[in-house]
């Protein structure tokens, strides 16, 4: 079975060819850390999170890297504003963060650089810049040199005149060309974030940071590159800009791979706009394998309209689902086969509501069987198709009482309780009875947070 996904630079669907077959690389644009996410956030991380186990089955390593980007403007505004440092902002944010995602049922990805960690990385990417020719200083700030790239603009294929009226940046006297965008600006030690650096003290470019990460964990050439459709112009197109001219014009990423929007009645929910349910709050509404199934519930590069009506009618399905699975609950399932026609939906470009529906023919099946033998094969089947996609893995009685989430936290607490009274084999008990069942805990300086393997 062969991988086809759409790569935005031939706007094509292709076949998936790994630079090297033994091992896939990946790369994802990570949140900005100084809020809540909402669901629109939390439509790559669940998109690529499939993607992530998809590409898992089918090749024997794989490699994701989403990173944190922990320096930025509206991180010291924040900072500022809630009277907090910015380390503690941005260590809070991404607790939250893990937190939120982790009930997505979304997988951790191997490496989760942050921008802060990569700050040499990123000077000695910009000096390899400036010693190419492509990129110059001016009044403190570094800046890329757009017609030093004969081929810049690949990605996005604008116009000269989109590429300066999209690049969005005020008419600086400092840059020479207005498409020019910064590498490396000036700040102030006031600002609370800054390093010394031999173009003087300050902050990174926002695009340079994904070029640095993604060569130290990926290396100069990798296979994906993914994020929503909102990066496309200019974040993707400068970072292949920076790191093809680092590289001598070496390929960055091979296939690129962009997530439509969640909308609010057909505008795009941002924090800008004030038209988003955070991921947080929706987790009062429903639990977040719900929020996991409407996700997934349309073609990832669709637009996809967010209603609380569609998030119920989500729960109501995995209500269906669970009391199939409760009906067979003491049946063992056998073997742990995907589905053919659910992987080959996914292989598709990650047909994921074509996948969804042939997790509804399997409950339709399952709950239609007679004999024991059939029942179990079709438990396995569905337990495990369902699993591909992130769903389906609490236990169906837990679930239907509501009770999946309450049930782990109330034993979370009961181990810190166990703790508190040096009863420490009671806590790793409680531990271990939880990573049998696949949760992991993780203890942090706010309390314990848990997330599924
Ligand atoms: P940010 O924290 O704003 O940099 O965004 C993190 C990720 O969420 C990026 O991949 C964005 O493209 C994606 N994203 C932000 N808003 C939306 C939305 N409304 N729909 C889909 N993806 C989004
Ligand atoms: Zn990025």
């Known amino acids: 079975m062969t991988l086809h996904i759409h790569n935005t630079l031939t706007r094509q669907k292709e076949v998936f060819e790994p630079l090297d077959p033994s091992h896939v690389r990946m790369y994802v644009c990570g949140p900005t850390v100084y809020d809540w996410a909402h669901i629109g956030n939390a439509r790559p991380v669940v998109v690529f999170d499939t993607l992530y186990r998809l590409l898992k089955r089918h090749y024997p390593k794989v490699t994701y890297v989403r990173n944190i980007t922990d320096v930025d403007d509206k991180i010291i505004a924040r900072a500022k504003e809630s009277n907090i440092s910015i380390k503690e902002l941005t260590l809070k944010t991404t ?15 191997d490496f989760e650089p942050r921008a802060t960690d990569y700050i040499g990385p990123m000077i000695a990417l910009i000096e390899k810049l400036l010693a190419a020719g492509h990129a110059y200083e001016a009044e403190g700030h570094v800046l890329f040199s757009v017609p030093s790239m004969a081929d810049y603009g690949q990605l996005s294929r604008l116009s000269r005149k989109d590429l300066v009226a999209g690049a969005r940046v005020e008419v600086a006297p400092y840059k020479k060309d207005p498409a020019d965008f910064v590498l490396w600006k000036p700040a102030s030690e006031k600002d609370g974030q800054g390093w010394d650096s031999p173009f003087g003290f ?23 590159h993914g994020g929503g459709l909102d990066l496309i112009f200019p974040h993707h197109e400068n970072e292949i800009a920076q790191s093809r001219c680092a590289h001598n014009g070496k390929p960055f990423a091979r296939y690129w791979v962009h997530n439509g929007f969640l909308v609010v009645n057909g505008e795009k929910m941002s924090k800008s706009l004030g038209n988003f349910y955070t991921v947080h709050e929706l987790l009062e509404h429903a639990p977040g394998e719900a929020l996991r199934l409407s996700l997934l519930g349309t073609h990832y590069r669709q637009p996809y309209d967010f209603t609380l009506e569609g998030l119920a009618q989500n729960k109501a399905t995995l209500d269906k689902w669970y009391s199939a699975l409760r009906q067979v609950k003491d049946i063992k399932a056998e073997s742990s086969i995907v589905d053919e026609a659910f992987e080959e939906a996914l292989l598709d470009d990650l047909n994921t509501p074509l996948a969804i529906s042939r997790l509804h023919e399997l409950v339709r099946l399952l709950n239609s069987a007679e004999d024991e033998k059939e029942k179990a094969q079709l438990k396995a089947c569905l337990l495990a198709s369902a699993n591909a996609m992130g769903l389906l893995q609490q236990d169906p009685e ?48 706010q309390g314990t947070t848990w997330r599924r393997m």
């Open 95 to 109: 607790e939250m963060f893990h937190q939120d995602m982790g009930k997505l049922n979304a997988l951790h990805p």
């Open 202 to 224: 300050g902050r990174p470019g926002w695009h340079i940071e994904c070029s640095a990460m993604a060569e130290d964990r990926l290396g100069e050439t990798f296979d994906i």
């Open 398 to 445: 837990l679930w239907l009482q509501g009770q999946a989430d309450e049930a782990i936290e109330s034993q979370i607490n009961a181990r810190l309780e166990a703790r508190k009274a040096r009863n420490f084999a009671k806590a790793d008990e409680i531990r271990d009875a939880l990573a049998a069942q696949g949760i992991i805990l993780e203890d942090n300086a």
